[in-house]
């Protein structure tokens, strides 16, 4: 191990050394140096800072703090705890900029410039981490769209452990001026208080800040606060072309308001929706059936919902056993009731809109079922692992001309199977793969019966994945894959499954 530390000490000594040809003084802990930077009005400056280098270099930046700007300069953003936060979190460390001294004090120059102009056009809506003090342990949860056009008193809501409050969208006037009485208790309204402050062009840090943010509404919010029936702030702000929600506790120190800096975040489908991805505007009107809605559909189901798709239809006849929850997406809590209702149980635990999941506990048997269920939904999946089910739903989607996507894991989960019906011209599906005598029937489940697959979890993901990508490609319209695509999860005794490999029945695009 010495090796590798001797080239981090290396590191870190060549950045000293850099520095001390720049001008720097070195006490053994911080350097101390010069830089000049550009004032807008004034020209140039000659600023002088600290830069230490922590143990995580060069990994991570050294810390700069400002000791003199050189002339006068009012500091608002992007300085954190002394600090000057000149790089994120989202710069790479291959590159590692912090490194090279010139680059360090050429970025420290511009962060000067920036900051004499009063950051124009910086749109980072993080107000949060410049109050100053303790951090409210609890995080307060609220909808920003059903908060919407709301201002002054709204009620909260606290969870049992007291680990989260919840903002409701519920106004409330201003309770009247509360007065101790001998012999009574003045009661807390675990209210909170809405206030727009519009654009900001500095951070707030304390109470003081806030209450001067507050304009006339100041004088109410530090009655209620010193009452004892506030419990939030909520402010609204504008930065570039963004919207930030600042939230801060309120308490008192010493009988003065004070205010704690909180975790906030918006429960809105908006905000959960930011992570579905790109593609998820284009799959908010389509429609999709899921037939078996067991293991494969079950995750099916799920990674469809979160990429954007509203519009299921669930259908499996099957209850969920407690045998079933290791292979399925719904946990043991929802054993006993049917496989779609659970799945579907399980989508709405998300926090988002399941309205238009619907659930049938039944299968699909016959030709009319089947022929409707194509002409009426974008795209069918037959997840069944049913040989005549597949058979079915392959022949309505050749008479309809309908999308069909049939998965299923093969081999005790070696090989992962997908397959789009009807065949486009010139298409033609892989040929089957051949059972494995050895694997047929060898697992049984008490008090049931039937044969169960040695199909390990990972191995459904894996085909649920697979599927769910094939899906995806014919809702969006790009359609770039071919008919069949089948990945060895695990090499097999026989060619052309005895390699990991992806077969597609178009060569182009194995992989």
């Not at 992007?78 to 010139?102: E, M, R, S, V």
């Not at 998820?280 to 078996?292: F, P, Q, T």
């Not at 051949?434 to 008090?447: A, K, N, Q, V």
Request: glycine share 8%; hydrophobic share 40%; net charge negative.
């Amino acid at each position: 191990m010495s090796q590798p530390f001797g080239e981090l000490a290396a590191a870190r000594a060549d950045l000293r050394r850099g520095l001390e040809k720049c001008g720097f003084d070195d006490d053994g802990e911080v350097l101390r140096g010069p830089v000049p930077w550009t004032h807008p009005s004034t020209g140039i400056a000659m600023a002088t800072i600290d830069v230490t280098i922590l143990d995580h270099f060069p990994f991570g930046p050294p810390r700069v703090e400002l000791v003199d700007a050189g002339t006068p300069l009012d500091l608002t953003f992007h300085i954190q705890d002394g600090a000057l936060c000149l790089w994120d979190n989202t710069d790479p460390a291959t590159d590692a900029p912090w490194t090279d001294p010139k680059r360090i004090l050429e970025r420290v120059a511009g962060w000067l410039t920036q900051t004499a102009r009063g950051w124009p056009d910086d749109d980072d809506i993080d107000l949060e981490r410049y109050v100053e003090g303790a951090v409210d342990p609890r995080m307060v949860l609220y909808d920003e769209m059903e908060l919407e056009g709301l201002s002054g008193c709204v009620e909260t809501k606290i969870d049992a452990h007291e680990m989260t409050i919840t903002v409701l969208p519920t106004a409330r006037g201003v309770p009247p001026s509360q007065r101790h009485k001998k012999g009574t208790q003045r009661t807390r309204r675990h209210l909170a208080w809405l206030a727009d402050l519009g654009h900001v062009a500095r951070p707030l840090t304390g109470w003081a800040d806030t209450e001067a943010a507050l304009g006339d509404d100041a004088v109410t919010v530090r009655r209620l606060v010193v009452q004892g029936a506030l419990d939030l702030l909520l402010l609204r702000y504008r930065r570039g072309g963004r919207t930030g929600m600042l939230v801060l506790a309120t308490t008192k120190l010493n009988g003065r308001p004070a205010v704690r800096r909180c975790e906030a975040a918006d429960t809105s489908e908006v905000s959960r929706r930011l992570r579905s991805g790109p593609p998820s505007a284009e799959l908010v009107d389509r429609k999709v059936a899921i037939v078996g809605c067991g293991a494969v559909g079950s995750f099916m189901a799920d990674m469809l919902f979160r990429d954007g798709l509203r519009h299921l239809d669930l259908r499996d006849p099957q209850r969920l056993r407690p045998g079933n929850v290791i292979r399925h997406l719904a946990g043991d809590t929802y054993v006993g009731l049917s496989k779609v209702v659970a799945t579907k149980a399980h989508l709405g635990a998300t926090g988002l809109d399941v309205t238009h999941v619907d659930t049938h506990v039944t299968s699909v048997t016959d030709p009319i079922t089947a022929i409707n269920m194509l002409q009426t939904h974008d795209l069918v999946v037959d997840a069944t692992a049913d040989e005549r089910t597949t058979s079915l739903l392959s022949w309505a989607a050749e008479q309809t001309g309908r999308t069909l996507v049939s998965v299923a894991v093969m081999r005790g989960g070696g090989v992962a199977r997908v397959d789009r019906f009807p065949l486009r011209p010139g298409e033609q599906h892989l040929s089957p793969v051949p059972l494995r005598d050895d694997l047929r029937g060898s697992y049984r489940e008490r008090g049931c019966g039937d044969a169960v697959s040695p199909t390990p979890p990972s191995a459904v993901v894996a085909a649920a994945e697979l599927a769910t990508e094939l899906s995806l490609d014919q809702l969006s319209d790009e359609r770039r894959f071919p008919a069949t695509i089948l990945r060895v999860i695990r090499p097999q005794p026989d060619a052309p499954y005895d390699k990991l490999a992806t077969l597609t029945s178009n060569p182009r695009l194995a992989k």
